[in-house]
T-cell receptor
Framework: NAGVTQTPKFRILKIGQSMTLQCTQD?????MYWYRQDPGMGLKLIYY???????DKGEVPNGYNVSRSTTEDFPLRLELAAPSQTSVYFC??????????????FGPGTRLTVL | KQEVTQIPAALSVPEGENLVLNCSFT??????LQWFRQDPGKGLTSLLL?????REQTSGRLNASLDKSSGRSTLYIAASQPGDSATYLC??????????FGTGTRLKVLA
C-alpha cells in the first residue's frame, strides 16, 4: 500500500491564480481531512469528509473548496490564491472499521508559496 | 471552542534523560487523544492513541497518560535518544471527526 499520497510536493503561485492539491489514499478509508500548517504552528483543519459525496467545513475553510466523488480521492481547490494561503498542506485519512480505528494516516505534505 | 496548549514549546536535553511533554485542553468532552511525531519537512506519524475511557497507553519507551477531567495529557519518553529529536504534537478529538492540534513541543536530544 502507498498509504496517503499528495501531489505536487512544492508549488509557487502568483496572487489570484488557482490550483488543485491532489490527495489519494489506497487504504479504503472513509474519513479524509485537509489541514494547513503555518511555520511554528500546529495543524488547522480546513475541510473533512466522512465518505464519498459528503464534505464539511473545518476551522479555516475560507478560500478553499473540496469535493469527494470517490472513496480514494479528496482534492483541495484554491480559487484565488492569496499570500495568506502560503503554508504546508497535509492530507490525512482514517478508518472507522477494523482494529486500528481512530488513527489518522498523513501524507507527506504540499508546500505552497503564494507571491 | 477547544484550545490545546503544549508545554514546553522547545526542549533540548542530553541523551539518556527521561522526558515529560505536557498537553492541556480546554474542553474535556473529548472522544480520544492522539500523540504524533513530526520530523522536519515531513508529515505526521501517530505514536499513541488514548481513548476517553482509558488512563494511559504504552508503546516501547513511550507512555502517554490522560486525565480528562483536568484536561491534561502527558507523553513520557524514557531514556531519550538522538533519534527521538522531532516535534511532538497532541490532538484531542472533539466528537468523532475533528482533531484539534496543539502547537507542539520541539525536542532535541543531544548525543
Amino acid at each position: 500500500n502507498a498509504g496517503v499520497t499528495q501531489t505536487p510536493k512544492f508549488r509557487i503561485l502568483k496572487i489570484g491564480q488557482s490550483m488543485t492539491l491532489q490527495c489519494t489514499q489506497d487504504m479504503n478509508h472513509n474519513y479524509m481531512y485537509w489541514y494547513r500548517q503555518d511555520p511554528g504552528m500546529g495543524l488547522k483543519l480546513i475541510y473533512y469528509s466522512v465518505g464519498a459525496g459528503i464534505t464539511d467545513k473545518g476551522e479555516v475553510p475560507n478560500g478553499y473548496n473540496v469535493s469527494r466523488s470517490t472513496t480514494e480521492d479528496f482534492p483541495l481547490r484554491l480559487e484565488l490564491a492569496a499570500p495568506s494561503q502560503t503554508s504546508v498542506y497535509f492530507c490525512a485519512s482514517r478508518s472507522t472499521s477494523g482494529g486500528n480505528t481512530d488513527t489518522q494516516y498523513f501524507g507527506p505534505g504540499t508546500r505552497l508559496t503564494v507571491l | 471552542k477547544q484550545e490545546v496548549t503544549q508545554i514546553p514549546a522547545a526542549l533540548s536535553v542530553p541523551e539518556g534523560e527521561n522526558l515529560v511533554l505536557n498537553c492541556s485542553f480546554t474542553d474535556s468532552a473529548i472522544y480520544n487523544l492522539q500523540w504524533f511525531r513530526q520530523d522536519p519537512g515531513k508529515g505526521l506519524t501517530s505514536l499513541l492513541l488514548i481513548q476517553s475511557s482509558q488512563r494511559e497507553q504504552t508503546s516501547g519507551r513511550l507512555n502517554a497518560s490522560l486525565d480528562k477531567s483536568s484536561g491534561r495529557s502527558t507523553l513520557y519518553i524514557a531514556a531519550s535518544q538522538p533519534g527521538d529529536s522531532a516535534t511532538y504534537l497532541c490532538a484531542p478529538t472533539s466528537g468523532t471527526y475533528k482533531y484539534i492540534f496543539g502547537t507542539g513541543t520541539r525536542l532535541k536530544v543531544l548525543a
